[in-house]
C-alpha cells in the first residue's frame, strides 16, 4: 500500500499554488542554531494533512544573532561538558547563564516569527527545538549529548507545547545521534519521480540520498552520512598560508587559478577515513585540522602556492563525493537524476563544476535557486520533526545513525494547558486504530 501517495515533494518556495488552501490544517515552528553557533534560525509552516501525507505551506523565515558573549560560552564548552568539575561560580554558572539567555532568545523568535506571519502563537500547535549542545565521544556507542537550551523555560514563557533533546533517544539506541533531520529533508526535497542527491557543503560535506518514490521500501532506502571536510579546509588553508592575509577564497576565484598536486592529492585521499562505510556522522562536521598540519609544512618545504593548494583542496572534495556516491550509494552515480546543493559551497564555482565532473554531469541545482535561503532547510526540517513526534513516525533510522531500531525521537514539554489539550486531540485523533505486534512490543 502506498502510505505516502499525494505528498508534494518540491520545496516551499516551489509550492506556492498551495498557499491559500482552504484547509486551514495546523502550525508549527521549527528553531535550529547555525553551526558556529552565530545565529538562531526559525521557520513557520501551516501543515495540511497529517503523517507522511503531510504538506508543508506558507513559510516564514526569521532570524535572531546570537550575542558575542554567549559564542564565547559556546567556544569553551568543552570545560562545561564536564558535570564532576562543575562549580558553583565557574563552569556550571557559565552552563546555567547560557542556558536561560538562548532560551530567551529562542522564545524572542517564537514571536518574531508569529508577528512576520500574523498568526497568533495560541494558533501553533508545537515548536520543534533543536538547539546547541555539547557532545562528547566519536564512535557509536560511545557518544554523550549535552542539550545547552531548556525547553521548559520555553513553554513557560510562550505557552506553546515544545519538542526537543531529538538526539538523546537516538544515542539510547545505540546510534550516533544523527544525522536526524534526514527524513524531515527527504520528505521536503523528495521527488516521487526522480532520485536526488543532497550535498550539503559547509565547512564540512554531508550527503543525503533522497529516494524516488513514497513507499516503505523507498524510506528504508534513504541514507545520509559525513563525506569529509569541505569548505573549512578551504578557508583555513587560505588563512594560514597567506599568514592572515587572505581569510577566504569566495567563489573559488584563487583556487581555479592554480594546478592540481597530485602527489598531495593522493596523499589526502589515502586516509582511511573517506573509505570507511556509513553510519558515520560527527556533530560538528569533519575535521580537517590534522590534513591542515601536515599540509601546511608540505608546502613551506616545497614552494607550493596558494592557488596550487586551494586547487588540490577543491579537487580533494570533489573526488571524496564521488568515492562515496560510488561505494556507498546503490546503482552509483547512475541511480542519480539530480544533485541538489546547500550550504556555503554553493558559491564556489569552480567546486560545483568539478562536483558535476566527477560525477558525470548530472543536473545539478544550488538549493538558493530553488528559494531556500541559508539556514531555511535546517529550521523546516525541524518543523518536520516535532510534527514526525506528534505523529509517531520514527525519524531515527538504523542505516542513518547506526540504532538498532527504528525510533520516534524527541521529548514533549507541555505549554500552556488550553494549548497542552488542544495538542492531546490532535494526538488523539492521529493515534493508529491498531498496532502491529512489532510496535506494540
Same mark, same amino acid.
Request: proline letters at 6%.
Given at each position: 500500500?502506498?502510505?505516502?501517495?499525494?505528498?508534494?515533494?518540491?520545496?516551499?518556495?516551489?509550492?506556492?499554488?498551495?498557499?491559500?488552501?482552504?484547509?486551514?490544517?495546523?502550525?508549527?515552528?521549527?528553531?535550529?542554531?547555525?553551526?558556529?553557533?552565530?545565529?538562531?534560525?526559525?521557520?513557520?509552516?501551516?501543515?495540511?494533512?497529517?503523517?507522511?501525507?503531510?504538506?508543508?505551506?506558507?513559510?516564514?523565515?526569521?532570524?535572531?544573532?546570537?550575542?558575542?558573549?554567549?559564542?564565547?560560552?559556546?567556544?569553551?564548552?568543552?570545560?562545561?561538558?564536564?558535570?564532576?568539575?562543575?562549580?558553583?561560580?565557574?563552569?556550571?554558572?557559565?552552563?546555567?547563564?547560557?542556558?536561560?539567555?538562548?532560551?530567551?532568545?529562542?522564545?524572542?523568535?517564537?514571536?518574531?516569527?508569529?508577528?512576520?506571519?500574523?498568526?497568533?502563537?495560541?494558533?501553533?500547535?508545537?515548536?520543534?527545538?533543536?538547539?546547541?549542545?555539547?557532545?562528547?565521544?566519536?564512535?557509536?556507542?560511545?557518544?554523550?549529548?549535552?542539550?545547552?537550551?531548556?525547553?521548559?523555560?520555553?513553554?513557560?514563557?510562550?505557552?506553546?507545547?515544545?519538542?526537543?533533546?531529538?538526539?538523546?533517544?537516538?544515542?539510547?539506541?545505540?546510534?550516533?545521534?544523527?544525522?536526524?533531520?534526514?527524513?524531515?529533508?527527504?520528505?521536503?526535497?523528495?521527488?516521487?519521480?526522480?532520485?536526488?542527491?543532497?550535498?550539503?557543503?559547509?565547512?564540512?560535506?554531508?550527503?543525503?540520498?533522497?529516494?524516488?518514490?513514497?513507499?516503505?521500501?523507498?524510506?528504508?532506502? *534513504? %541514507?545520509?552520512?559525513? #563525506? !569529509?571536510?569541505?569548505?573549512?579546509? &578551504?578557508?583555513?588553508?587560505?588563512?594560514?598560508?597567506? +599568514?592572515? @592575509?587572505?581569510?577566504?577564497?569566495?567563489?573559488?576565484?584563487?583556487?581555479?587559478?592554480?594546478?592540481?598536486?597530485?602527489?598531495?592529492?593522493?596523499?589526502?585521499?589515502?586516509?582511511?577515513?573517506?573509505?570507511?562505510?556509513?553510519?558515520?556522522?560527527?556533530?560538528?562536521?569533519?575535521?580537517?585540522?590534522?590534513?591542515?598540519?601536515?599540509?601546511?609544512?608540505?608546502?613551506?618545504?616545497?614552494?607550493?602556492?596558494?592557488?596550487?593548494?586551494?586547487?588540490?583542496?577543491?579537487?580533494?572534495?570533489?573526488?571524496?563525493?564521488?568515492?562515496?556516491?560510488?561505494?556507498?550509494?546503490?546503482?552509483?552515480?547512475?541511480?542519480?537524476?539530480? *544533485? %541538489?546543493?546547500?550550504? #556555503? !559551497?554553493?558559491?564556489?564555482?569552480? &567546486?560545483?563544476?568539478?562536483?558535476?565532473?566527477?560525477? +558525470?554531469? @548530472?543536473?545539478?541545482?544550488?538549493?538558493?535557486?530553488?528559494?531556500?535561503?541559508?539556514?531555511?532547510?535546517?529550521?523546516?526540517?525541524?518543523?518536520?520533526?516535532?510534527?514526525?513526534?506528534?505523529?509517531?513516525?520514527?525519524?531515527?533510522?538504523?542505516?542513518?545513525?547506526?540504532?538498532?531500531?527504528?525510533?520516534?525521537?524527541?521529548?514533549?514539554?507541555?505549554?500552556?494547558?488550553?494549548?497542552?489539550?488542544?495538542?492531546?486531540?490532535?494526538?488523539?485523533?492521529?493515534?493508529?486504530?491498531?498496532?502491529?505486534?512489532?510496535?506494540?512490543?
Amino acid at each position: 500500500m502506498q502510505m505516502f501517495e499525494g505528498l508534494p515533494a518540491e520545496p516551499f518556495a516551489e509550492r506556492s499554488r498551495y498557499v491559500g488552501s482552504t484547509d486551514a490544517g495546523h502550525k508549527l515552528i521549527g528553531i535550529c542554531v547555525g553551526r558556529q553557533c552565530d545565529e538562531l534560525v526559525g521557520s513557520l509552516s501551516t501543515v495540511s494533512g497529517n503523517k507522511l501525507a503531510a504538506t508543508y505551506q506558507n513559510v516564514v523565515t526569521e532570524r535572531l544573532k546570537i550575542p558575542e558573549s554567549l559564542r564565547k560560552i559556546y567556544a569553551n564548552g568543552s570545560s562545561i561538558a564536564q558535570p564532576s568539575e562543575w562549580e558553583a561560580g565557574s563552569e556550571y554558572s557559565q552552563y546555567s547563564f547560557f542556558v536561560r539567555e538562548i532560551s530567551v532568545l529562542q522564545a524572542d523568535l517564537i514571536r518574531k516569527l508569529c508577528r512576520t506571519a500574523k498568526v497568533p502563537v495560541d494558533d501553533v500547535l508545537a515548536v520543534g527545538l533543536l538547539g546547541p549542545g555539547l557532545w562528547s565521544g566519536s564512535g557509536i556507542g560511545t557518544r554523550s549529548y549535552l542539550e545547552l537550551c531548556d525547553p521548559s523555560q520555553i513553554a513557560e514563557n510562550c505557552g506553546c507545547n515544545v519538542v526537543g533533546n531529538f538526539a538523546e533517544r537516538d544515542l539510547a539506541a545505540g546510534g550516533l545521534g544523527g544525522p536526524i533531520n534526514a527524513v524531515p529533508q527527504w520528505l521536503l526535497l523528495g521527488k516521487p519521480e526522480k532520485t536526488r542527491v543532497l550535498l550539503d557543503v559547509g565547512r564540512s560535506v554531508r550527503l543525503t540520498l533522497l529516494p524516488g518514490g513514497r513507499t516503505e521500501e523507498h524510506l528504508n532506502s *534513504l %541514507l545520509a552520512f559525513d #563525506v !569529509g571536510p569541505g569548505t573549512a579546509l &578551504l578557508d583555513r588553508l587560505s588563512l594560514r598560508l597567506s +599568514e592572515g @592575509r587572505i581569510p577566504s577564497d569566495p567563489g573559488g576565484t584563487l583556487a581555479v587559478q592554480g594546478t592540481k598536486i597530485q602527489e598531495l592529492l593522493d596523499r589526502w585521499l589515502a586516509e582511511p577515513y573517506f573509505h570507511e562505510a556509513p553510519p558515520r556522522w560527527q556533530p560538528c562536521g569533519v575535521c580537517a585540522d590534522e590534513a591542515l598540519e601536515s599540509t601546511v609544512r608540505m608546502a613551506i618545504d616545497a614552494g607550493w602556492s596558494i592557488r596550487d593548494l586551494l586547487c588540490t583542496a577543491t579537487h580533494f572534495i570533489a573526488r571524496c563525493i564521488a568515492i562515496a556516491v560510488h561505494n556507498y550509494i546503490p546503482g552509483g552515480v547512475n541511480r542519480i537524476d539530480e *544533485l %541538489l546543493v546547500s550550504g #556555503v !559551497g554553493q558559491s564556489n564555482g569552480m &567546486l560545483l563544476a568539478e562536483i558535476r565532473f566527477q560525477l +558525470e554531469q @548530472r543536473p545539478l541545482t544550488r538549493l538558493i535557486d530553488l528559494g531556500w535561503s541559508q539556514g531555511q532547510l535546517e529550521a523546516a526540517s525541524t518543523a518536520v520533526l516535532a510534527g514526525m513526534h506528534l505523529d509517531r513516525i520514527s525519524a531515527s533510522r538504523p542505516a542513518i545513525s547506526g540504532a538498532h531500531a527504528p525510533r520516534v525521537v524527541g521529548q514533549l514539554t507541555p505549554g500552556s494547558p488550553a494549548r497542552w489539550g488542544r495538542l492531546i486531540q490532535y494526538m488523539h485523533r492521529m493515534a493508529p486504530t491498531h498496532l502491529s505486534l512489532r510496535n506494540a512490543i
